[in-house]
């Protein structure tokens, strides 16, 4: 089977890929770029490690990164590049795709060679089905982040290879930490999810309480965080965000569209609180109640 060469500059997401290669062929060449620790770690992944280095070379150049891949593939018996789904990894693998005159196949939750072909799966029709889809030729496959486990310890080896790249025409003037939401609404058992019922942003401290009192974590649908930015992205349940198998999931105010319900349909209970009795949501609810989310969080605050 064909060659796999994987690469993401998050460690964490770096590991998986070698997991997923290893589906493919046994023969994994990893990447870092101008970091050695990163280097190290693919090593020790028992990968083929290669240290890409160029002075000016960063990785949110993604026009130069795919510009650097693409000589290390000149140089490698590869024919497949595996890079993660995440926001950087869509633009690389646009990029990549192009310059390697590859198929492009990206938010791939898993994959299977059959045959001599790799079978990647994929949501379709906006999370209703899923669709199995192959390449033909030179293929560049984008893994949605944490669908596989990291990869384990094994012996690897690490080489570096100096690339040439065009002058830049990104210039990086500071780097900041993320100042992000730490919270893992995909690992809480008890989810109290907010949609566009919630009348305005004061409310949501109720909510709040709420799940607190119930031991839980506070989620939303999207555009509760990408349009009104009540809360943070990382909250978003469905599609676009996360996954969750809560034992417990109380939606507030949320229709049901597919996008968001493809997010929360593995829960154990589903409790849907909706003024409309015709709500999308409450054909997958375990119970309903036709109310205002409002009266709702009160009284059960009060009862808790
Ligand atoms: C490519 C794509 C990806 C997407 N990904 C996601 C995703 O990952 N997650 C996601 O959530 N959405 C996603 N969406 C958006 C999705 O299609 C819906 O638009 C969104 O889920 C609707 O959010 P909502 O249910 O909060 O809002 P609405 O659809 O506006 O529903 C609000 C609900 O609140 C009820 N309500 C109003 N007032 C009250 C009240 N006082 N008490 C109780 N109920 C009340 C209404 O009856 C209604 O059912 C995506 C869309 C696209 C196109």
Request: with cysteine.
């Amino acid at each position: 089977m064909a060659g796999v060469i994987v690469y993401s500059a998050n460690p964490e997401l770096a590991l998986e890929l070698i997991t997923v290669a290893r589906l493919i062929n046994d023969k994994v060449v990893a990447l870092s770029i101008n970091d050695d620790q990163l280097a190290q770690a693919l090593s020790q992944a028992g990968a083929q490690a290669i240290k890409i280095t160029h002075p000016d070379l960063v990785v949110a150049d993604t026009a130069a990164v795919a510009a650097a891949i693409k000589q290390v593939l000149d140089g490698v018996q590869a024919d497949v590049v595996l890079l993660s789904s995440d926001r950087r990894g869509k633009e690389l693998a646009g990029r990549l795709a192009q310059v390697m005159g590859a198929g492009c196949l990206t938010d791939v939750a898993a994959l299977e060679v059959k045959e001599g072909q790799i079978e990647c799966q994929r949501n379709a029709l906006g999370g209703a089905t899923i669709a199995v889809q192959c390449i033909e030729g030179p293929q560049l496959i984008a893994i949605r982040p944490r669908s596989y486990p990291a990869a384990g310890t094994a012996a690897g080896s690490l080489e570096e290879m100096a690339v040439e790249i065009k002058a830049s025409g990104v210039k990086v003037l500071e780097f900041k930490a993320k100042v992000g939401d730490k919270v893992d609404i995909e690992a809480a058992e008890t989810l109290v999810a907010v949609g566009q019922g919630l009348s305005d942003e004061g409310q949501l401290a109720g909510v709040q309480d709420l799940a607190a009192k119930l031991g839980g974590e506070v989620a939303c649908s999207k555009p509760v965080a990408t349009d009104k930015k009540w809360l943070s992205e990382e909250r978003i349940i469905g599609l676009s965000g996360k996954k969750c198998k809560p034992q417990l999931a109380l939606l507030l105010g949320i229709s049901g569209q597919v996008q968001f319900t493809v997010g929360i349909r593995d829960a154990k209970v589903i409790v849907a609180v909706n003024t409309d009795e015709n709500a999308a949501i409450n054909y997958m609810a375990d119970y309903i109640m036709q109310a205002d989310l409002h009266q709702v969080v009160q009284e059960l605050k009060q009862k808790l």
